[in-house]
């Protein structure tokens, strides 16, 4: 996976693996699962994100937060811009699909505004109904 780094807060540690991406280190005494890792590269190569910090926010499956640099506009060889993002996974990885769909607004708070198109209708849902989305969207994602 070309492009993609995670740099955390401890002492170095390489991948054995040449086209793995460089992992820095883990930044607490958690670790990361590989399908955790595997799901977070695939989304972010989706969303063109090159990821620069990632965290563990529970002992939760999948529960990681991570920020750095993200591409926007630009297809097809015109200008390109990058800009700083931060990400949860679990809406990070529904963002990625065609999240504006019944399969998702049905599980959702605010199913009206997720179908219209509103993306606050997914990111404003209670936890427990982002995981049930995030369900799917990893379903999707496999």
Known sequence: ???LEIVVHQPKVRSPKK?????AAV??????RQEEL??????????????????RRSIRLYDLEYSGRKSTGGHHGSY???????AWLPLSA?????????????LSDYP???????WSGIRDTCPEGIWEMFEVARQKLK
Request: proline share 2%.
């Open 1 to 3: 996976m070309k492009g």
């Open 19 to 23: 086209k793995e991406p460089k992992i």
């Open 112 to 118: 009206d505004m997720a179908l219209s198109g509103d």
């Open 94 to 106: 529904i963002s990625s699909l065609d999240w504006s769909t019944s399969e998702f607004a049905d």
């Open 38 to 55: 595997d799901l977070l590269f695939k989304v972010a190569k989706h969303e063109r994100e090159t990821i620069e910090t990632l965290k």
């Open 27 to 32: 930044s607490e005494v958690f670790t990361f």
């Open 80 to 86: 390109i811009e990058t800009c700083a993002f931060s």
